[in-house]
Structure formats: structure tokens, C-alpha cells
């Protein structure tokens, strides 16, 4: 027994009507979407790349109102470029002028004769400098005193701001800043018996104790000179500061001595 299939009946256009219409009719088959090939694991290709890196182009947008013109990518680094030149060299932007800091450690070089002017300006870049020395040459003699040092530091610094103030009472203007900036720098002193005691004995203690004692007296007239040149009230106490520094920088001479 034969099983008859309906079979839908062919319409076909009639001559007057047009291709449009005649389209419309027809099934439309959908298709699949677009898929990238797909490379091998080994192997690694780029999609698109374009002829000219960087060329000028541009295109222009129809008439209206956001009618202009789309510059590329070449016009944006030109103005990044533009850009970074006009900015400040990283050093500066983080506070540090090598130029300065050398003008104050020269000036601390000549006790006699200390030019006060360029230390108006207190920074802590070049204290933090001399620390790093002084620690680096106690390193070389055996001696591991980072956090010792930089804690005698601090407390110097905050003892010689104390004393200073008291001293000077409602005159006095000396804040903490320049007073670690003052003392960091007369560290210098110290940081030169650093090196020279490595190329002198343990054994020489007489030795030791001249270079110490005449080191500690460099570094006491340094500082005393300065802090009582840029703070106001502080030439009347000129003895008790310097008997102030003179124990600071003592206690520096005895971590370099023994």
C-alpha cells in the first residue's frame, strides 16, 4: 500500500510583477554567523594589522551639527609628546636637586667659614644621603646599625628642637624640619671619620680617639653655626646649643669608635 505525500503547489510569479516582489516571496535561508579560523596552539597570528603605524589620516564627518574632522592616532602622540616635554624632571618633582645638596654638603666641608644662605632652604635629601653613607660604612667594618642610626636621628633631632626652643622661648622659630635638615647635614663630619676609621686599627685607640675628638668639634661647629644663623634668639644661648650638638655628634663618634 502506497502512503500518498501532500506536496505544496509551485506558485510562480505572474510576467507583470516586479524582481522585488518575486524576492520577498522566495524563502530566505539563514546564515550562520561569521567564525575567525582557528590557529594551531604553536602558532600565533595577528587579525589586523595596519599598512602604516602612526600615518595621518583623516576623515570627515557628513554636514550638520557634529560635522568635523576625526584626526588619528599620529595627531594624539604628537600632543602626548608636546606633553612630556613640558614636564618637570622626575628628581624635581620629588624634591631632590642634586645641585643643592652639593652646595650644602660644601658648604659643611670648610668649618671656619660656612655659608649659611644656601641652607635657608632645608630639605631631607641629602641627610638621608649622609645616613645611607654612614650606615654603608659601618657596614664595611662589621658593624649592621641601620635602625640604631637612624633612630639617633630622629631623637636628635627632636632633643636639639626642645632645647633650642626653650632657650629662645617665644622668639624662637626654628622648626623641626630645618632642625633635621641642620643636623643631617653636620653629619657629614661623622661619616668622614666613618671612612677613615676603617683604614686605622682597632688596636690604635689613642689614635682613634684624637680623629673622634677633632671630627666631633668639626661637626658641633657646623651645626651650632647654622642653627644659630637661620633661627632668631639663638645668639645669646650660642654655648648651650653648642654644648647641645656637642653631645649629639659624640654619641655618633662612639657608634663609629668602638
Known amino acids: 500500500m502506497t502512503k500518498d505525500f ?5 506558485v510562480f510569479p505572474p510576467s507583470g510583477s516586479s524582481p522585488a516582489t518575486a524576492n520577498v516571496q522566495q524563502r530566505r535561508v539563514p546564515t550562520a554567523p561569521y567564525q575567525p579560523p582557528r590557529s594551531s596552539p604553536g602558532s600565533f597570528s595577528i587579525p589586523f594589522m595596519p599598512s602604516e603605524i602612526g600615518s595621518s589620516v583623516a576623515t570627515s564627518t557628513p554636514a550638520g551639527p557634529f560635522s568635523g574632522t ?6 594624539f602622540a604628537r600632543g602626548v609628546s608636546a606633553s612630556f616635554e613640558d614636564e618637570e624632571p622626575l628628581l624635581d618633582e620629588l624634591g631632590i636637586h642634586p645641585d643643592q645638596i652639593w652646595k650644602k654638603t660644601r658648604s659643611i666641608l670648610n668649618p671656619f667659614r660656612i655659608n649659611q644662605t644656601v641652607h635657608k632652604d632645608s630639605d631631607l635629601s641629602g641627610p638621608i644621603f649622609l645616613y645611607l653613607a654612614l650606615c654603608l660604612f659601618q657596614l664595611l667594618a662589621g658593624k649592621i646599625q641601620f ?7 630622629v631623637v636628635s633631632s627632636i632633643f636639639l628642637y626642645i632645647v633650642f626652643n ?10 623641626l624640619h630645618t632642625c633635621t635638615s641642620l643636623v643631617g647635614y ?9 671612612a677613615v676609621s676603617l683604614f686605622v686599627p682597632q688596636g690604635a685607640g ?5 680623629l673622634g675628638a677633632a671630627f666631633v668639634l668639626w661637626a658641633t661647629r657646623a651645626c651650632s653655626n647654622l642653627v644659630v644663623s637661620l633661627a632668631d634668639g639663638g645668639e645669646e644661648h650660642r654655648g648651650l646649643i653648642s654644648y647641645a650638638c656637642f653631645l649629639i655628634y659624640t654619641l655618633f663618634s662612639l657608634l663609629v669608635i668602638f
Not at 501532500?6 to 509551485?10: E, G, K, N, S, T
Not at 576625526?70 to 595627531?75: C, G, L, M, R, V
Open 147 to 153: 635602625g640604631v642610626i637612624l633612630g639617633w636621628v
Open 166 to 175: 626653650m632657650l629662645a622661648g617665644r622668639n624662637g622659630n626654628l622648626n
Open 186 to 194: 653636620s653629619l657629614l663630619p661623622v661619616v668622614i671619620l666613618s
Open 6 to 10: 501532500p506536496i505544496p503547489p509551485v
Open 70 to 75: 576625526i584626526s588619528s592616532s599620529s595627531s
Open 206 to 210: 689613642p689614635v682613634r680617639f684624637v
